[in-house]
């Protein structure tokens, strides 16, 4: 048995504080007597040999350099080999134990310089360092010529060639071990040499070396655990055969095998201790230190390996004294730490028969296992899932609420994490099912033994309170549980039979959740993928998973084909239960219907759709037929003319029956009662419904629903509803016409007709934006974006030149209507927009739905704005919302001026500046011309233009002529309005160059100059010498154009910048490049001045005062920008913006340097109850000489174990 420290029951931890093997120490002088070499005397100092074998084999004198002559490239060779992983590594260790077995010094000597090669290092431990020097000397010599520039060392170059490198390293350690295992192991010259070594190495500053080294200990400890459990199994062989052999008679006994017997187990138990020995030493000379290194991959390792151990040999490890160690690393800071503690774990609770020596650690640890089911770390949120799910095998561990907080993980968005979750669900509810008899008939439907459990499961789903996930549900369990969910017979005979006698029967609420739940699984079965949000792309069936998908679609068509038409009529009152077993056509395969002779319940089936659609007026519930008579409307299939003629006769009573009402109701006008507008509303309700999916233009419904619209704006009291849906089915009709003429097939008649349409139908939404009723006007607002953007200029490509007759430009006054109801109903406070008063839950969700029904409305919005629908100016009154509304629609915003930018760099700025403008003006009008600048209202629109300034990110080529434009527009708009003090006072509006002045730092070195001379001359000589408050914006401004003005060392090439700049390299560069590079830039910005001078050519014959200009749409400035303006692009910016655009992206998201908070859902953070070990830092110091052939130890990364980088907060507060 490894002599392991001991801890009482109470599992009070504490450090082990056993003597480590220092680097030059030897076993023969270790303290606690761990090393056998001075009971034997065949050993002298590690690292060295005995007197008496200095002149072994006579080959002292035929070395040079430290190598042997014959086998100068052996240790390249051997490395070489390993690196190839191409040789069966067998044959190498047994060539290189002949060659130990010939000459012991050389064949050591090739494996130590293996050891430093493969930790990178281009130095070689020659025969004289090897005979003469000690480890530590050894080890600083090597450290000495070891190049750390470079920072790549064999276990982490990437490439082809090191792909395998580790796997094949560490198989040479293993294969060493076992073939030396009987003889060569016990010679207490070579293990313990490699063992010192390794001891050392693994306590180096160098990582490569404390990498390589720790890598190759623990697999060496690996390899003599199994030696050691080969041991014990001979002894206890051994011992068994003895006992055997004693009870046998006097005269049958054999004493000479008795005696035989005792000096094999005697051996065996030497052979034993030695081995124990050895793995103590690197217990404690490696692994207690490196368990804890800086490097998270040397950590795991660590972790890694004593998990091997303890499954090997769970005689030995199994025991509180090593499940300490990875109890306490599951609280490490690196997630693939985390991670292997996991994976060790679930080695150990995988078999059942070491649950008992678990015990204590599971009550000690379960809590942070259960934590670590939401670590922020998928992965090891997956693996902690499962851990738990082997832990369910031991009685009563986990409690309620341990479990319920893994339940829930089954709606998680992270499929695997989900999965992993159904795992554990399915195992823990439904792993008990009623044994069936044997000999008895299967039992099907409701006494089946999927019963209980499909019970069980709706139970389940109710209790959650998340009833709108059903398909995440399913979805967590289809892989453990398909043949549960897919048992559709089952269902449907919970649903249409009748209970058994005792059997409690599902309630209507039960029932809703059971027919959701089925849909879900013949969702999931028919199309195999997993719910929005958890695929991660399209994936490749294969052959077995395609012939499952065709057999899953052929039997739930058997079975619903029939089952359908009696679940409609059991259930077509109710909306919620009818809504989803009308979409379960969907999935069918309507060959069946005709193969399968099921033509009856095809006519069963649109029998029972036609009496929930007289039935019901629910918008789910019509549009549920609507797309289940589309479903079934398949050319391809046989069964289309059927279903064909069903839809038509519907349709045309539907048609023919509002005509007829719609008659009656407008000439009865004031007179109509409710109850005629009720028939209306609902006739159309259902004709919208089709309308959506079917074309019915056949029967014209335009000028029906048109003559309606007109006559509710000429009464005005036409009901909402009314209204709404007659706007959406004339809408329908405008796109469906559209949908034909699109073909190309079309004459021109119907194109001119459609655009009559169209216009008159754009004038009547434009009409009821001025309706009364809310609900009217979003809805007019809505539909008239959406046709803006279909007949918009964009609708001709694609080969669509027939449709420009088609093209609809909006007018002004429609354009200021549109914005007008932007800021009058999306940029609202939320109490204004509510009137729920039943309940906070209530009036919460009413708000989330308000502000979802406000956002639509303002993307629609902006989506005008982006495919310049509208004039870019109309922006904004938008952007100048950014910061006030930035919760509720700050992503809207920010998108749309991503966008805007990438149309037009200038006319996205002037955009900017001009809502900066409004809002200044604004203030001005509330606060008056002597506010004080101190005010929040001021403070918020800086904050404001400290935000625009942001989005342009650090690329200053890229940005250079939309800047400047911002500066001109800016600096015009300061000195528009003379001062109201009269002559000598500040201009009204010179506040304004304090915001902008937000925007100085986007300016290049040369455009602050001309920035600064195009402001020079809107001022007079006296304001430049004025020092009052009043001029204080304009002082600050103009030091803002100068600083860095005349900074010849600033970099031109700004575009160079980056967020990573921060990060540079410490190498000084050559005095004569800096000198040529100097020259450079203080060349190119004079060649960029005069470039970039034509922009201003025209603004510096601007008198004083100057109007702002007008801007325009940014169609007109892409098609018609007149020679000259302000607004060209100099040709070294057009030079330099091709060279980088390929370096950033042009989104906003990318360039925007406001802090980022990631909303992390799940995290690592757990507690750590009694941890009370002193843990020890100390390591070995090498001191190391200066050196030409590395950095000074000064330079040397800091790797040492620096507790804080490891452990979490919680953590580090408890070992204080």
């Not at 690292?47 to 190598?67: D, M, S």
């Not at 293996?114 to 020659?126: A, E, N, R, W």
């Not at 000598?984 to 937000?998: K, R, T």
């Not at 455009?1007 to 001379?1013: C, E, L, N, Q, S």
Request: with cysteine; net charge negative.
């Amino acid at each position: 048995m490894i002599a392991a420290p001991e801890i009482p029951s109470e599992f009070s931890y504490t450090q082990d504080t056993d003597t480590r093997f220092s680097s030059d120490t030897d076993f023969s002088e270790d303290p606690d007597g761990r090393g056998a070499n001075s009971a034997k005397g065949k050993g002298g100092k590690k690292g060295k040999k005995a007197a008496g074998e200095k002149g072994k084999g006579g080959k002292g004198a035929g070395r040079i350099n430290g190598h042997h002559q014959e086998n100068g490239m052996e240790n390249m060779m051997l490395f070489e080999v390993v690196k190839l992983g191409r040789s069966a590594m067998q044959s190498v260790v047994d060539d290189w134990i002949e060659s130990y077995k010939h000459d012991r010094d050389v064949a050591l000597l090739d494996l130590i310089n293996f050891f430093i090669q493969c930790s990178g290092c281009k130095g070689v431990v020659s025969g004289e360092m090897f005979r003469n020097m000690q480890n530590s000397e050894i080890i600083r010599r090597m450290t000495e010529e070891f190049d750390e520039d470079s920072g790549d060392y064999p276990l982490t170059i990437a490439g082809p060639q090191w792909k395998k490198f580790k796997s094949s390293f560490c198989e040479f350690i293993l294969v060493l071990v076992r073939q030396c295992q009987y003889s060569i192991i016990y010679d207490e010259y070579m293990m313990d040499t490699v063992i010192s070594l390794l001891t050392g190495l693994s306590d180096s500053q160098v990582r490569a070396f404390r990498h390589t080294s720790t890598l190759a200990a623990m697999k060496l400890m690996t390899a003599l655990v199994n030696v050691a459990l080969n041991l014990s199994i001979n002894m206890d062989n051994t011992q068994r055969q003895y006992e055997a052999e004693r009870n046998k008679m006097v005269a049958k006994r054999a004493n000479d095998r008795l005696e035989l017997l005792l000096q094999k187990r005697k051996e065996l138990q030497e052979n034993q201790d030695e081995i124990e020995n050895m793995m103590n030493a690197i217990f404690k000379g490696v692994f207690v230190h490196r368990y804890r290194d800086s490097i998270a991959e040397i950590r795991a390792i660590c972790i890694e390996e004593i998990g091997v151990w303890m499954k090997l040999y769970s005689d030995a490890f199994l025991n509180d004294s090593y499940l300490k160690y990875v109890g306490w690393t599951m609280h490490d800071k690196q997630g693939e730490v985390r991670l292997k503690c996991l994976t060790a774990l679930q080695g150990l609770y995988y078999n059942r028969e070491l649950n008992a020596r678990l015990e204590l650690f599971t009550s000690r640890f379960k809590d942070r296992i259960v934590s670590m089911t939401l670590d922020k770390e998928y992965d090891v949120a997956v693996q902690a899932i499962k851990l738990l799910t082997l832990v369910l095998n031991t009685d009563e561990v986990l409690t309620p609420e341990d479990c319920e907080s893994v339940y829930h993980l089954v709606y998680s968005a992270h499929r695997p994490v989900a999965v992993a979750a159904g795992e554990f669900l399915y195992k823990k509810l439904f792993s008990q099912r009623e044994p069936e008899e044997e000999g008895a008939p299967k039992r099907r439907g409701r006494q089946s033994p999927n019963a209980n459990l499909i019970k069980t499961t709706v139970f389940f789903f109710l209790e959650s309170e998340l009833h709108e996930h059903a398909a995440y549900l399913v979805d967590s369990l289809w892989e453990c549980g398909a043949e549960l969910l897919k048992d559709w017979e089952c269902m449907i005979s919970l649903l249409l039979d009748d209970p058994l006698p005792g059997e409690e029967a599902l309630t209507d609420r039960q029932e809703t959740a059971l027919i959701e739940i089925m849909l879900c699984t013949v969702r999931q079965a028919a199309e195999c993928h997993p719910p929005v949000g958890r695929g991660t792309g399209k994936r490749v069936m294969t052959a077995k998973e395609k012939k499952t998908q065709l057999d899953d679609r052929t039997r739930m068509t058997e079975l619903f084909a029939v089952a359908l038409p009696p679940l409609l009529a059991k259930y077509a009152v109710d909306a919620e239960k009818v809504t989803n077993l009308l979409q379960l056509p969907q999935f069918f395969d309507l060959e069946i219907y005709t193969t399968g002779r099921l033509e009856k319940h095809l006519e069963s089936l649109l029998r029972q759709i036609r009496e929930i659609v007289e039935k019901h007026t629910d918008t789910e519930v019509l549009e549920s037929c609507s797309k289940t008579y589309h479903a079934l409307c398949n050319e391809e299939f046989t069964i289309f003319n059927r279903v064909d003629i069903a839809r038509s006769q519907l349709l045309d009573e539907l048609v023919d029956k509002f005509n007829r009402l719609l008659e009656d109701f407008l000439q009865e006008g004031e007179d109509a009662d409710e109850d005629d507008a009720y028939q209306v509303l609902s006739t159309l309700k259902r004709i919208t419904a089709f309308h959506n999916a079917h074309d019915l233009s056949g029967w014209d419904l335009f000028t029906s629903n048109f003559k309606l619209l007109n006559t509710g704006i000429e009464n005005g009291d036409m009901p909402e509803q009314i209204v709404i849906h007659s706007l959406q089915c004339t809408h329908y009709v405008i796109l469906w016409h559209l949908a034909k003429s699109s073909e190309g097939s079309s004459r021109k008649d119907d194109l001119v007709t459609l655009r009559k349409q169209m216009r008159a139908f754009c004038m009547m939404c434009q009409r009821y934006l001025t309706n009364v009723n809310t609900a009217v006007k979003e809805q007019a607002f809505t539909i008239l974006c959406d046709l803006l953007l279909i007949f918009s200029h964009q609708m001709v490509s694609g080969s669509r030149e027939h449709l420009e007759s088609l093209i609809y430009s909006p007018e002004d006054s429609l354009q200021s209507e549109l914005l007008s109801f932007i800021l009058n109903h999306v940029f609202i406070d939320q109490d204004d927009d509510t009137n729920s008063t039943d309940g906070q839950q209530d009036d919460e969700a009413v708000k989330i739905e308000a502000l979802h029904k406000r956002r639509n409305l303002l993307a629609a919005y902006c989506k005008l704005i982006i495919y310049c629908v509208v004039e870019m100016k109309t922006g904004a009154d938008i952007f100048k919302q950014y910061m006030r509304y930035y919760n509720d629609y700050g992503d809207i915003i920010k998108e749309t001026m991503s966008k805007t930018r990438q149309i037009d760099k200038i006319q996205c700025a002037k955009t900017l500046i001009l809502s900066l403008q409004q809002l200044f003006n604004e203030m001005l009008s509330e606060l008056g011309h002597g506010f004080d600048r101190s005010s929040s209202a001021f403070c918020g629109i800086k904050e404001l233009a400290r935000r625009f300034s942001l989005t342009f990110g650090l690329d200053q080529v890229k940005t250079r002529d939309a800047i400047a434009m911002l500066h001109k527009d800016g600096i015009e708009f300061a000195f528009k309005d003379p001062s109201p003090q009269g002559e000598g006072g500040p201009p009204l509006n010179l506040a304004f160059l304090d915001i902008l002045s937000e925007f100085s730092s986007k300016l290049m070195r040369q455009d602050k100059r001309t920035v600064h001379m195009y402001l020079e001359r809107f001022m007079t000589f006296q304001m430049a010498l004025q020092r009052e408050d009043c001029w204080l914006p304009l002082i600050s401004y103009r030091n803002s154009l100068q600083a860095g003005g005349d900074d010849d060392t600033m970099s031109v090439m700004s575009g160079y910048s980056s967020r990573g700049s921060s990060i540079r390299s410490k190498k000084a560069k050559p005095p004569a490049a800096a000198a040529g590079t100097s020259a450079a830039k203080r060349k190119l910005p004079e060649e960029e001045s005069s470039s970039s001078s034509e922009v201003w050519q025209q603004s510096m014959q601007t008198p004083v005062m100057m109007p702002s200009p007008h801007l325009t749409s940014t169609t007109r400035t892409r098609s018609a920008r007149p020679e000259g303006q302000i607004s060209a692009r100099s040709h070294l910016g057009d030079a330099v913006l091709v060279l980088f655009r390929s370096r950033r992206g042009t989104g906003l998201m990318e360039e925007d340097e406001e802090p980022i908070v990631e909303d992390v859902m799940m995290s690592s953070e757990g507690r750590m109850d009694d941890l009370n070990e002193g843990m020890d830092f100390d390591t070995m110091d090498i001191d190391l000489p200066p050196s030409k052939n590395r950095r000074e130890r000064s330079e040397l990364k800091p790797d040492y174990f620096d507790p804080a980088s490891i452990m979490d907060e919680s953590v580090r507060g408890m070992l204080c």
